[in-house]
């Protein structure tokens, strides 16, 4: 556990991964636009990192509770609020 931990609050930035690989954030969110349906939703983002994703659903109108291993990603997604 601790290895993962480290990986992600001091080696990987999660947050940029995204922005270089476009397309799996663009096809992942067609998939979610597919499959989640309803409005204003209550969504548990376990294992969300940064939040990229919980943003995204957030700002369709889903209440979204965000939770990560990394205390790192649940700072960058307290500052990307």
């Given amino acids: 556990m601790n290895e993962v931990e480290n990986w ?44 990229r994703y919980s943003f995204y659903l957030a700002e369709k109108g889903h209440k979204v509770s965000l939770l990560d291993l990394s205390r790192k990603n649940i700072e960058v997604a307290k500052s990307k609020i």
Avoid: Q, S
């Avoid at 067609?30 to 309803?38: A, F, L, Q, T």
């Fill in 8 to 51: 992600y609050d001091n080696v990987y930035d999660e947050w940029a991964r995204l922005d270089r690989h476009r397309l799996e954030f663009d096809i992942t969110k067609r998939y979610m636009d597919e499959y989640i349906k309803g409005e204003t939703l209550k969504i548990f983002d376990i294992g969300g990192g940064p939040g």
